[in-house]
């Protein structure tokens, strides 16, 4: 079974902090992604990665950076909470999609409270 | 522009009804669409893909291109259907996949 684990379930971290939020996958996947999860507005993509160093940026990367320095590690960053970057915050791996079955599978979510 | 839209925030249905989540979306060229679902306190998991043509747990959903819809469906909802489903389509360009704001479906006793 494919294993997607996120460093911290909970977390909370005064305005201002730098925080650090860790996925690791055991199934050799090439692709990473981190999304945030908020009611009312669904999965929203914040940055992706095809490979180790590489990283595309999603639909609303403003106010994070992501770092893929191994294939089984995607980290995403925030470099200084804002409250408005309160949320749930998804990992999730995938192989490349082509010639198979696609899925992405996904961690347990860490939630971040920003004060 | 690719988008996905369940018009359905909460959807609740009494147990042994049938349940159909609505889907609909867009997107120029052939589309890759699935179901994700969340269960309380589990993790987001893929509960059907449409080229597989697969039920699962009784639901099904099948393609209307011409509709552009992707409504999942299941005859008897059971209790335990209860959760956060997430429809979503796979973009043309790479592996990123668009989801929909989610319907929360909660079985009535």
């Known amino acids: 079974d494919v294993k997607v684990t996120q460093s911290s379930r909970y977390l909370v971290k005064r305005t201002g902090e730098k925080v650090f939020l860790e996925c690791v996958q055991d199934m050799d996947h090439e692709n990473m992604f981190w999304y945030r999860q908020d009611p009312g507005l669904g999965l929203r993509l914040i940055y992706f990665?095809?490979?180790?160093?590489?990283?595309e940026k999603g639909d609303i990367p403003e106010g994070y950076s992501v770092s893929r320095e191994k294939k089984e590690r995607f980290s995403l960053i925030l470099e200084s909470a804002s409250t408005n970057q309160t949320s749930m915050y998804l990992c999730?791996?995938?192989?490349?999609?082509?010639?198979?079955?696609?899925?992405?599978?996904f961690g347990p979510g860490t939630r971040l409270t920003v004060t | 522009a690719q988008r996905v839209t369940q018009p359905e925030k909460l959807l609740s249905v009494f147990k042994g009804a049938p349940v159909e989540l609505k889907c609909n979306y867009s997107y120029s060229g052939s589309p890759e669409l699935f179901w994700y679902v969340q269960y309380s306190r589990q993790r987001l998991q893929l509960l059907l893909r449409h080229i597989s043509r697969e039920s699962i747990k009784g639901f099904t959903a099948d393609l209307n291109k011409g509709e552009t819809s992707f409504h999942l469906k299941k005859p008897f909802a059971q209790e335990e259907d209860s959760a956060m489903y997430y429809c979503?389509?796979?973009?043309?360009?790479?592996?990123?996949?668009?989801f929909g704001k989610g319907t929360r479906l909660h079985i009535l006793p």
């Open positions: 999730a791996s995938s192989l490349p999609g082509q010639g198979s079955p696609y899925e992405q599978y």
């Open positions: 990665s095809y490979d180790v160093k590489m990283k």
């Open positions: 979503a389509l796979r973009s043309n360009r790479d592996d990123k996949i668009i």
